[in-house]
């Protein structure tokens, strides 16, 4: 498998847009940008396939090439992301249809239904004749199969999708009695007699059974996956050495990331972050999250230069944004940038959205000296590439939580994703680094396991919370947690079923709060405001570290401590402000004298971001001021600037400036 050497850097490139001169002029532009690789034929496929009977790969061929001699890296795309108008016309069938019956046309982009075998058949033979072309070409160092899979298109209500549906669902239940108890289809009337009697579940009087809807968001990420496979199996027949990959989209809801993971050998994500957020926690937490998915280096494979086009109010990146926002990704384990796009598209629909080189002439851009700038500094990183990301703790996540914890009939305002990203950023705020783990994964080398609202898992996944903690480890998890098995059932007894025994505690009855209401808790002998929930929690074994200081609950316990085995199981029962949050954090790291990596290398605490990364024989370290204001960071050995080029001891980082520091294990020096 061809292994990756040096930071990725490039863009989307789109030259089928522009003219032979224009693109010529663009590998001078490439050269100066320090571009060393771009991702091409993603909307491809009308240009190399302009009617069913003809392949066209002139073009392809002269730009594969000329790339290649300007010693650019291609990640070539199989080009199947918007089906060609030929295509449509001949088969209609093969559009997605939204959940009033009425079929998507031809005229923008991932036009196809999930299920459809036409749309499977065509991208598959196009594919083929992709790979056989090009699988030997030196150029080629990635697949890229299709484009951020569900973007658009995350529900299909035809005839055909039904049916598969209903076939999916005999694969995976066996029995329709299966289905029925797994779908507590006693409520309601629910029941069926025969598969062919379940629908999709598209408009219905009021709210639709929640392990259906469950099931069709499973659906939908797995047909999305056949087609990926499919994709990928047309490709493999020729080609064993280069590595495959999709864009991913982070926190994308439609896509069970980690099972789609197994089937890459790298990941990636587009990261769009709204300018107007200084500290976007979201897309943070989504590097570590892509990280994760393999445990191995990831790549930013878009990112806007400044502004995109798809916002009500498109806000441009501030100078320097771009470039503190892409060492955050490098400092949680990405090894390349890539940008949407390297030429602002005269016309079409992304005709606004900012690209390296701008409608305006380049060397007059600050967006194009930005990225010539960031470009060349990216050269000294040869030393990041490969390297392990090293984490404290970890974040129990799953996609599958995400849906059930969102369906209808249950708090709404309760988000997965705002709730994780408080948590992120009250982790963040004390430099405790993590990697987000699925709950089937192993959980034993990490001395620190939070599972926030955790609403949904499976029985086992209980189990295995319950030896972690009895052989020493500590576990956090929150409010509506340990609520539901994967088919939406409530484990009874009490909440939370699944975790009542490790956290020694019952809930009694939950006490969401509008958005108006908040109440608090006293904490140490300091007072936290509640947001969203609080509720009647009994104590079993557990002790109580906090209090609900409210009429309607006096003195009730608020969040709790369970000594269980040789480990320590906490439980918060309300939603924390992040820096509130980051003190019950405080508490249980130092009560349980839990260490960080980096304070292996410098003194005392910083507000200064501080992750690292491992190498063979040596480490590094990455320094990332977001704040305003100067920083000094005394380090406890000698290192090496990556960014200066200079040993330092000691070093200051300038507000929203970054330094890269190397500690070699062998040495004392560079
Ligand atoms: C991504 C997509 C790109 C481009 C970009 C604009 O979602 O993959 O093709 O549309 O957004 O921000």
Known sequence: MKKQTQMYYGADYNP??????????????????????????????????????TFDFDFLDWLIDLLYKNDIMIDLANGTASPPAWLVHKYPDMMPMTVHGNRLVHGSRQHYCPTSDVYRQYAAALSSEVAKRYHDHPGIVMWHINNEYTCHIHECYCDRCRSRFQQWLKEKYQTIATLNSAWSTTFWSQSYGDWHEIYLPEEMPTFKNPAQQLDYARFISAMNLEIYQIEKAAIAAYSKEIPFMTNLMGLHKYVDGFKWATEMDVVSWNSYPNPFNEMPYPQFLANDLTRSLKKKPFLIMEQ?????????????KKAGQMRLWSYEAIAHGSDGIMFF????????????HSAVVPHGEPKESRVFKESCQFG?????????????????????????????????????????IHQLSRLYEALSGLNLTVDFVHPDEDISGYSFVIAPNLYSASSSFGKKIEEYVTRGGIFLTNFFSGIVNEHDQVYLGGYPGLFKDVLGLTVEEF???????????????????????????????????????NDHLPGVPAITSNQYGDGYAY????????????????????????????????????????????????????????????????????????????????????????????????????
């Open 511 to 549: 006490y969401p709060l509008k958005d108006s209401m908040h109440g608090q808790i006293s904490f140490d002998g300091q007072t936290f405001t509640t947001h969203l929930w609080e509720e009647v929690i009994h104590l079993d074994h557990a002790t109580a570290l906090a209090h609900f200081n």
């Open 341 to 352: 796009q390297w030429r602002q598209s005269k016309g079409g629909a992304e005709k606004f």
């Open 16 to 53: 089928e847009q522009w003219s032979k001169e224009v693109i010529l002029e663009d590998m001078v532009l490439m050269k100066e940008a320090g571009v060393n690789y771009v991702s091409i034929n993603i909307f491809g496929w009308v240009s190399i396939q302009p009617n069913e009977t």
């Open 571 to 670: 439980y918060i029962g309300t939603e924390l402000a992040p820096a509130d949050l980051a003190i019950v954090l405080t508490k249980i790291i130092q009560d349980n004298d839990l260490h960080k990596a980096t304070e292996e290398f410098i003194e005392g605490t910083t507000p200064v971001s501080v992750t690292c990364r491992k190498g063979k024989d040596y480490s590094l370290l990455f320094l990332l001021n977001h704040t305003d204001s100067t920083h000094q960071i005394v380090l406890k050995k000698k290192g090496y600037s990556i960014l200066d080029e200079t040993n330092v001891t000691e070093l200051e980082v300038d507000a929203k400036n970054v330094q890269i520091i190397k500690f070699s294990h062998t040495s004392d020096h560079k």
């Open 304 to 316: 806007a230069p400044s502004a995109v086009n798809w916002r009500a109010v498109n806000g441009a």
């Open 376 to 416: 060349n500094e990216l050269k000294k990183l040869q030393a990041v590439v490969g390297t392990t990301f090293i984490a404290d703790a970890a974040i129990v996540f799953d996609w599958e939580n995400w849906w059930a914890l969102e369906l209808d009939a249950k708090p709404r305002k309760l988000k997965y």
